[in-house]
């Protein structure tokens, strides 16, 4: 999963640089070389992230409204998704060492309609906090935020996921190893999100095909 090249200039810059300071920029610390080799990579200063996240609660045929307004950690400007997923795979563990989590968010285009995404960096006690964070639910299937988290928990158990995007109706993540009945598994993802089907693979033959040859999940709910 790694990517040789990118380790290598990692191996390099970090052996080479003579500091082990540390910023924190909106609540995330992190190693300033570190840092510097992103700002780097990516072409662009950090941006403070702020998630607004919106609760509905039925109350006597009513709705009460909750609003969490989230500051947590910095992304950067969007970058080519073969890129932005090749950071993540390099500076993903040296991220966690310091208590924070890599990931993409914010799936757009650009004007040859190739893919872009922010990568982003929170401080997160593991992986499905940042579901929590970017509050990923799927209101068309009646599917909570803490549903998916559950779900997701427990095909970790399974699989061994590792999430590299997430956003509001989307998440994607790595799988460390195929799960013993693969025909169990793809169904019952399948059954919790039809889409990854109806509005992806087509047929399930297909998906199970994919989860072979790449080992990669997702799920996104239209």
């Not at 950690?73 to 310091?98: N, R």
């Not at 998440?171 to 169990?184: G, Q, R």
């Amino acid at each position: 999963m790694k990517n040789i090249t990118f380790l290598l200039l990692l191996s390099l810059s970090v052996s080479c640089t003579p500091t082990n300071k540390t910023v924190e920029i909106n609540g995330v610390t992190i190693n300033n070389s570190l840092l510097s080799e992103l700002k780097i990579e990516l072409g662009s200063n950090p941006l403070d992230f702020q998630k607004i996240n919106y609760y509905y609660e039925s109350k006597d045929s009513s709705y009460t409204e909750t609003v969490d307004t989230i500051n947590n950690g910095f992304f950067f400007k969007p970058v080519p998704e073969q890129k932005a997923k090749k950071i993540v795979d390099v500076y993903s563990d040296y991220i966690k060492e310091e208590g924070n989590y890599i990931f993409l968010k914010n799936l757009t285009f650009d004007d040859s309609w190739s893919t872009l995404y922010e990568v982003t960096i929170v401080k997160a006690k593991d992986q499905f906090e940042i579901l929590k964070i970017m509050n990923t639910e799927a209101v068309n299937y009646d599917l909570t935020n803490d549903d998916i988290i559950t779900k997701m928990k427990k095909w970790d158990k399974l699989v061994g996921l590792n999430v590299v995007i997430a956003q509001g109706d989307r998440v994607e993540a790595y799988m460390d190893h195929l799960p013993n009945d693969l025909t169990k598994f793809t169904n019952e993802v399948y059954e919790f999100c039809p889409d990854v089907i109806d509005q992806g693979y087509g047929e399930m033959k297909d998906m199970i095909s994919d989860y072979k040859a790449n080992k990669y999940f997702w799920m996104w709910w239209d």
